[in-house]
């Protein structure tokens, strides 16, 4: 692709975005420069040409139109937090919760590996929006970079072009993405945060949140940053509207850290009796929430992405029907496998692969067929209930903020935070056990703040505190629930069915909100009392229930003392306030001001 767009637009451009990417390109020296228009056009002759140099292989057009599959470095497959690094330019104000480098020397090491890393490749530039184009709520970018991979993924994720740009234009400011595939050595890779500059660096990967800067590094890393300073939060939530059978809705965000449904949940099929009663579920988002008060003291919220890039593996008809429908055509896959005729394939689908993720012929020996971090990127529009909401420039009303971990013991199904207060403390202490969607170890339980561990661009103690800053007069906060689809019994079994069923859960919490519920008040916040959780047509029985809503005081004052001690980790920016609602809920404990309850009593 030649260097393109006359003259004529380049002079109307943006003087601080035309000295960038002038920038930019002095450093990285490409032998062409593309502005991103966005356009249908554009995104066909990047695909031709992604397809003709093998960047991508074409799948089967009759059942998969418009699909494609890209297979990435095997030594590039997710992201990267030990390279992920946030450049204050103190090192406190990055926390013990980020890796931190002095920023004059992150822009040394950076500029020596972008020094005419570009030579003989295309630079593009790509003007994004996150968040609806006309939304006072949204923040737009501009990330350059020289894989047209990129561009593709980021034209579905975000409001990517002209209109873009234009807004821009208009307001002067965006945040600054550069970013190159490098020689995708791992040895040479690194995801910098200038929060103080807007700006980040990536170098040396092609995949996801290290590439797509739009995603974790713009609207969670960078965008917290921004959130603080202007008084908005910058979540890693979902958003789901839920309609009673009169048609109202509620909205509700809610956090989990990777691999615990966010995305089955923001795409709920609610359960027959519940369908057939008139209930029906909106998908606003599956992974990130900008919210800010509206005049009326509520958080409205809007999904800053335009589309998902989501866990293909257990991805199926019985978990997520309505993920597998947006994906049935014009949709990237990332590592996942092939059948014979040419379907992409993946763990929890029919069918037999026979090409796995790295193009080899399927061999069990090797592993599993799709990389279990396989990715299918999709606009939000081709979900069935896509929520038109989506596109509200006011953003929904938040009724509910629910945080969730997968516990496979002592959290209850779900409890209710007595006020705000408690609630961020809900939200702080939440933990869950790590997963393949971050190169680590997988299995072990740590706890992870509002989902927010890898993503908050600022010490934690801090963000607790601007957390807590919400809870002021004139405010209508909404309520705030944890929940815990993942306890098992002594068998090693789900207690909870999950998935559809989890709407069940979610009725009590909005007759909660609605004032419809009683609930049952314990130390550790309100549980649904006995009855109240519609049970209807579910077979559950009555000592898993009793286990799922147990409060086991013994196990929960062992909890809150390392809740203490994980929150001294962040001390001395740890607010007070926090400090002394642990204290509370730990003196309710002590106290043992409510008996245990039994649900079923
Ligand atoms: O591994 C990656 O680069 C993707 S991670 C990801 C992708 C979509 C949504 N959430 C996540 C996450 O790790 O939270
Ligand atoms: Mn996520």
Known sequence: ?????????????????????????????????????????????????????????????????????????????ARVEHLTLVCHPEREDAGPNNHWMDPAEAHAKMDALFDGCMRGRTMYVIPYCMGPIDSPLSRCGVEITDSPYVVANMRIMTRMGAAAQARIEREGTFVKG??????????????????????????????????????????????????????????????????????????????????????????????????????KVWTVGDDICWMRPGADGRLYAINPEAGFFGVAPGTSNDTNPNALASVARDTIFTNVAVTADNQPWWEGLPGTPVTDWQGRPYDPANGPAAHPNSRFTVSAKQCPTWSEKAEDAQGVPISAIVFGGRRPSLLPLVMEAQDWTHGVLMGAAMGSETTAAATGAVGVLRRDSMAMKPFAGYHYGD?????????????????????????KGKDGKFLWPGFGQNLRVLEWMIARVEGKARGEQTAIGTLPAPGELNLDGLDIDAAALDELLAVDTAGWQAELAAIGEYLEGFAPRLPERLRQERRRVADALDGDVVAPRTATA
């Open 1 to 77: 692709m030649a260097e393109d767009q006359g003259e004529e637009n380049m002079a109307s451009k943006l003087e601080a975005l035309q000295r960038w990417v002038d920038e930019a390109a002095a450093l990285t020296r490409p032998a062409a420069i593309h502005w991103c228009d966005g356009s249908e056009a554009e995104y066909q002759a990047l695909v031709r040409q992604m397809l003709a140099d093998g960047t991508l292989v074409e799948l089967n057009q009759q059942t998969h139109p418009g699909c494609y599959l890209h297979r990435s470095n095997p030594a590039d497959v």
């Open 178 to 279: 550069l970013h190159s595939t490098g020689e995708l050595d791992p040895e040479r890779r690194w995801i910098m945060h200038f929060p103080a500059e807007r700006l980040i660096k990536s170098y040396g990967s092609g995949y996801g949140g290290n590439a797509l800067l739009g995603k974790k590094c713009h609207a969670l890393r960078i965008a917290s940053n921004q959130a603080r300073d202007e008084g908005w939060l910058a979540e890693h939530m979902l958003i789901v509207g839920i309609e009673n059978p009169r048609g109202e809705t509620h909205y509700v965000a809610a956090a989990f850290p990777s691999a615990c449904g966010k995305t089955n949940l923001a795409m709920l099929i609610p359960p027959e009796g519940y369908r057939r009663d008139g209930w």
């Open 463 to 487: 963000y607790f505190a601007h957390w807590l800053s919400f809870d002021k007069p004139g405010m209508k906060l909404p309520k705030v629930f944890h929940v815990n689809w993942f306890r």
